[in-house]
């Protein structure tokens, strides 16, 4: 069983076929690729085909169709529920002829993916063989009772995880040596424009602490800074593309609420800038009018995998950097925001009601709370020492 992307009808719709050795389509599969799953992440709709194949492959291994398997017991004959929740804790790839005495198991966040997965895939078996029946059946109830109780065995089984991230923002002393090499083209080995572009990218994920996708998917149009009103501040507006149709193989989408984000005067007149450069070709006037393009004819808006490779030539050239990407930089705007408001003394209402309106959360969110860990961390110290000196 492979899996394979294909564009939908319509704009920016991405589907996952998984098809057989033969490149055929497997029908019973697909429908659940292809429908039940349609509208998430295109990521997160390979990544829970991914899990369904691995699901299917366990059963194939035992001979057993899985729908029947559901509707008639459940997964609660002889060992078949625990071969399940073995199969899944272990890796999908081959391990050759050879069984190893020690099999290595998915990491605990992975594993819960899978078992997520799986019982959504088997709220789906039950609802085709409840289908399947006439109305009235007595064995209906009996399939629901059994549905239940599987689906409340599988989420007994999930691990315990950390629900806080451990990636903490640049510390003062890389974001300077960072502005220090975009001031230099000739660091990073860019030419100038490719080299006012990448700059362009790094300062708006650093002072506005958008996502990678809602960077990529960013238009010009959704860039007011220029034609303001009086007094009005210049911002970036992101929200979904529903416009205009994206020829990436790996299409962009926003993962966070729709917001506008002012920005500095200094930024827009970077964006001005970098407009200019933008339509210098006729390629380039002719693509989606997506603001970040790439460097090389015909100038596609820019892909996924090039933007990580920017943000991978800057990683070599910065000191003690082992990660650096959109993430982590989202990550130094809001430890940033954080040290400016805790400086300022704003109220932990106003804290949170500001970063879940710039972040793109629900007002309720406590989602900031993991963007901050460094800015905390030098809270705490600061907060310990005016408290060891009182004590001395």
Same mark, same amino acid.
């Given at each position: 069983?492979?899996?394979?992307?294909?564009?939908?009808?319509?704009?920016?719709?991405?589907?996952?076929?998984?098809?057989?050795?033969?490149?055929?389509?497997?029908?019973?599969?697909?429908?659940?690729?292809?429908?039940?799953? @349609?509208?998430? $992440?295109?990521?997160?709709?390979?990544?829970?085909?991914?899990?369904?194949?691995?699901?299917?492959?366990? @059963?194939?291994?035992?001979?057993?169709?899985?729908?029947?398997?559901? $509707?008639?017991?459940?997964?609660?004959?002889?060992?078949? &529920?625990?071969?399940?929740?073995?199969?899944?804790? /272990?890796?999908?790839?081959?391990?050759?002829?050879?069984?190893?005495?020690?099999?290595?198991?998915?990491?605990?966040?992975? &594993?819960?993916?899978?078992?997520?997965?799986?019982?959504?895939?088997?709220? +789906?078996?039950?609802?085709?063989?409840?289908?399947?029946?006439? @109305?009235?059946?007595?064995?209906?109830?009996?399939?629901?009772?059994?549905?239940?109780?599987? /689906? =409340?065995?599988?989420?007994?089984?999930?691990? =315990?995880?950390?629900?806080?991230?451990?990636?903490?923002?640049?510390?003062?002393?890389?974001? $300077?040596?960072?502005?220090?090499?975009?001031?230099?083209?000739? +660091?990073?080995?860019?030419?100038?424009?490719?080299?006012?572009?990448?700059?362009?990218?790094?300062?708006?994920? +650093?002072?506005?602490?958008? /996502? !990678?996708?809602?960077?990529?998917?960013?238009?010009?149009?959704?860039?007011?800074?220029?034609?303001? $009103?009086?007094?009005?501040?210049?911002?970036?507006?992101?929200?979904?593309?529903?416009?205009?149709?994206?020829?990436?193989?790996?299409?962009?989408?926003?993962?966070?609420?729709?917001?506008?984000?002012?920005?500095?005067?200094?930024?827009?007149?970077?964006?001005?800038? +970098?407009?200019?450069? /933008?339509?210098?070709?006729?390629?380039?006037?002719?693509?989606?009018?997506?603001?970040?393009?790439?460097?090389?004819?015909?100038?596609?808006?820019?892909?996924?995998?090039?933007?990580?490779?920017?943000?991978?030539?800057?990683?070599?050239?910065?000191?003690?950097?082992?990660?650096?990407?959109?993430?982590?930089?989202?990550?130094?705007?809001?430890?940033?925001?954080?040290?400016?408001?805790? !400086?300022?003394?704003?109220?932990?209402?106003?804290?949170?009601?500001?970063?879940?309106?710039?972040?793109?959360?629900?007002?309720?969110?406590?989602?900031?709370?993991?963007?901050?860990?460094?800015?905390?961390?030098?809270?705490?110290?600061?907060?310990?020492?005016?408290?060891?000196?009182?004590?001395?």
């Amino acid at each position: 069983m492979i899996v394979r992307r294909v564009r939908k009808d319509g704009i920016n719709e991405v589907g996952c076929l998984v098809v057989d050795d033969l490149g055929v389509p497997i029908d019973r599969i697909c429908r659940y690729t292809l429908i039940e799953i @349609a509208g998430r $992440a295109d990521s997160t709709q390979e990544n829970v085909t991914r899990h369904i194949i691995h699901i299917e492959r366990w @059963a194939d291994k035992h001979g057993i169709n899985l729908e029947e398997q559901i $509707a008639v017991n459940g997964l609660a004959k002889g060992e078949l &529920f625990t071969s399940l929740v073995r199969h899944l804790e /272990r890796y999908s790839q081959q391990t050759g002829v050879v069984t190893p005495i020690i099999t290595q198991t998915v990491e605990p966040e992975y &594993f819960n993916q899978r078992i997520d997965a799986c019982v959504e895939y088997f709220e +789906y078996l039950t609802g085709r063989a409840i289908g399947k029946r006439r @109305a009235g059946d007595p064995m209906i109830r009996n399939i629901d009772v059994l549905s239940r109780r599987l /689906r =409340s065995r599988l989420k007994r089984r999930k691990q =315990s995880t950390s629900n806080t991230s451990s990636v903490k923002g640049l510390t003062p002393l890389q974001q $300077a040596s960072l502005y220090k090499g975009l001031d230099n083209p000739r +660091y990073f080995g860019w030419s100038r424009n490719t080299a006012l572009r990448n700059k362009l990218i790094i300062r708006l994920v +650093y002072e506005t602490g958008i /996502r !990678r996708g809602e960077l990529l998917s960013l238009t010009i149009e959704n860039c007011h800074t220029t034609k303001l $009103a009086h007094g009005e501040r210049p911002y970036i507006h992101t929200m979904e593309n529903v416009k205009y149709d994206d020829p990436r193989t790996d299409v962009v989408h926003e993962k966070t609420e729709v917001r506008i984000i002012p920005i500095s005067n200094s930024l827009a007149s970077l964006i001005n800038e +970098y407009k200019v450069v /933008r339509g210098a070709t006729k390629a380039a006037r002719k693509q989606p009018p997506f603001l970040i393009l790439s460097s090389h004819h015909p100038n596609p808006p820019l892909s996924p995998s090039t933007l990580a490779s920017i943000f991978e030539a800057i990683k070599t050239k910065l000191p003690d950097l082992d990660s650096f990407g959109p993430h982590r930089l989202r990550h130094t705007f809001f430890e940033n925001l954080d040290r400016m408001m805790h !400086r300022e003394r704003y109220s932990d209402v106003q804290k949170r009601k500001i970063k879940n309106s710039i972040g793109g959360w629900k007002p309720t969110s406590r989602q900031s709370e993991n963007y901050e860990k460094l800015a905390t961390l030098e809270q705490c110290v600061e907060a310990l020492s005016r408290y060891h000196d009182e004590l001395e």
